[in-house]
């Protein structure tokens, strides 16, 4: 059974940094895409940072040269958001699947952005000004 489970969230002030982990168990596939997603209250779940097993990765516009994606050989993701906005404000979510995609699409538009076989439960990260 695969299971996700991150941790790293909290509340900032802007301009801060906080590092979000998402451990991944079970994962039974040689390859895989690994996709932090964000979903604030009122708004749409969308895609932040996705990661494809080659180490392509493809960004969120919106946080180029702030977040970055990477992975350890301990089958952990990470998320490291740096120069935090308000708008950054969301419940974080990663999540893990075998099917082939196009990572810049996970990124810029709507497309696909549930159908993921295996999510996190999500953690908090609020940013005040």
């Known amino acids: 059974q695969v299971q996700l ?7 900032v002030q802007a301009g801060g940094s906080l590092r979000l982990s998402c451990a991944i168990s079970g994962y039974p ?8 997603f964000r979903q604030a209250p009122g708004k749409e779940r969308e895609g932040v940072a996705v990661m494809y097993t080659d180490g392509s990765t493809a960004y969120r516009e919106s946080v180029k040269g702030r977040f970055t994606i990477s992975r350890d050989s301990a089958k952990t993701l990470y998320l490291k958001m740096n120069s935090l906005k308000p708008e950054d404000t969301a419940m974080y979510y990663c999540a893990v699947d075998h099917r082939p995609r196009e990572i810049e699409r996970v990124v810029s ?15 908090q990260v609020t940013v005040s000004s």
């Open 5 to 11: 489970v991150e941790s790293g969230g909290g509340s």
């Open 109 to 123: 538009t709507r497309e696909g952005r549930f159908d993921w076989y295996h999510w996190g439960q999500g953690t």
């Open 29 to 36: 596939h040689i390859s895989a895409y690994m996709a932090w």
